[in-house]
């Protein structure tokens, strides 16, 4: 079973007939996304490892009740529980995650792959992510989750809207406040972003 012949729909059905491979497969598809989601909020591996954990735990929990509703929107609904997760992980320990420009912010642009680069232009995509990772870091929370979601995580704004549990119109403003402010960053900075 390749996870590329089979929707997440056919993986859940699969899984919930009793093949576990299937729940392997669906984890595979979508762990770097999830993971990723939670490293930039949380900011700590360990933590987040654990978040992650009990992001897909509740998932079988779900499954396993019948109270999962497909609606073809699995991965938002996995980002949603670890989303929640979080929040009661804060809450619990009473403090608001926070940002640290030191702090090595996942980069979701260093999975874009160039071919046989040169050394030179290795470098320079090197000094053009560092530039973007520190650049993000400075974002406010709200921007910089927004700016994420729907650059890495591929989400539609409605679904970030409701991930975030806000209006359509707040994620979309955010979305343009993080761009207005990181092009504020680089007219300041003088920083020249391509190659």
Not at 39 to 61: N, S
Not at 62 to 81: L, P
Not at 142 to 158: D, N, P
Request: hydrophobic content about 40%; glycine content about 2%.
């Amino acid at each position: 079973m390749k996870t590329v012949e089979y929707t997440d729909k056919e993986l859940v059905e699969s899984y919930l007939n009793g093949n576990h491979t299937s729940f392997e497969l669906l984890i595979n598809r979508h762990r770097t996304r999830i993971f990723s989601y939670i490293m930039m909020l949380v900011k700590d591996r360990q933590l987040a490892d654990d978040v992650f954990q009990d992001t897909f735990i509740k998932i079988i929990k779900t499954f396993k009740s019948g109270a999962y509703k497909e609606e073809g929107k699995f991965i938002q609904w996995a980002m949603r529980i670890a989303h929640n997760l979080i929040i009661d992980h804060f809450r619990k320990a009473k403090r608001i995650p926070y940002t640290d420009v030191k702090n090595d912010l996942y980069d979701f642009l260093e999975n874009i792959g160039l071919s046989d680069p040169t050394v030179e232009q290795q470098m320079i995509t090197e000094q053009i992510h560092e530039d973007l990772r520190k650049m993000i870091a400075l974002l406010p929370d709200e921007q910089r989750e927004v700016l994420y979601l729907r650059l890495y995580a591929e989400m539609s704004f409605k679904d970030i809207a409701e991930l975030t549990n806000v209006s359509i119109n707040t994620a979309l403003g955010r979305m343009r406040y993080a761009l207005i402010n990181m092009r504020k960053m680089i007219t300041e900075k003088n920083l020249v972003l391509t190659m």
